[in-house]
């Protein structure tokens, strides 16, 4: 496997945004006020949470690598992961900033370019490897599911903040409305996604989260069930595949 210069300007240009978007997100997790305390709502996560950026961004410099040993980054991604990084900081520093509101547009923006890789991949790219795998097929996988979180939680902060006197009878209903939204998604990688667990684990990973981080009972109660229930609900495609099942679910677990 040798280097490959194809189309180095977007391979040049996929490190420097990459190392910016990491960059950005260290100092926003490790920072002295870190900007993922800000800018609570109801179905905000516990701050550990956001740790899983850490993930996220190994496997991405693994992407970054591996795009210099094959052509398959490139036809995957193209320009797209470029797009995606960079509405993504721009997110980051938006939400820093506390415009909640405008912030939202940066992170569609940055969700639609990821989930261009992502149904991408699943629709034309499989997994040839194990490297295809770990550093191609996972690492969108993962960011999928976050910046689907990032999503919801942005959202949330614009429509239902925290207040001193607690939430509302509302607020808790559209929260545990939310948290549902969240754990149908999740149902949704197993069943239309070629069995995603990874994208699902994540999705488990933030309601445990919420679990974590809120008090009221009916929020704090309603995420640890969603996250069990999300949890277990991956083991769909290992028990069809042990069954001999031949499915959509018994598709390789990452596409």
Known sequence: MGIEFEHWPSKVINI???VTLLSGNLYSSFGGDSAYSKHKSYISPAHFTF???TLIHVLLGGMVVFQWFTDKVHQAA???FVTAAIFNAIWLALWSE???ILALFPLFLATG????IYYRLKEQHSAETLLDVIFLHLPFSLYHAWIFVLLIVNLFAV???IHDD???TFQIVISIAGLAFVASTAIGYIEYKQGDVAGVLVL???LFGVFAQQENPAIHWTSLGLGIAVSTYTMKPFVFRLAGRHTGETAPLLG
């Open 16 to 18: 420097i945004v990459y």
């Open 51 to 53: 740790l899983i950026w």
């Open 78 to 80: 193209g320009w797209h």
């Open 98 to 100: 506390g415009h909640t």
């Open 113 to 116: 370019a990821v989930s261009f």
């Open 159 to 161: 429509l239902s903040p």
């Open 166 to 168: 607690g939430p509302s």
């Open 204 to 206: 488990a990973w933030y």
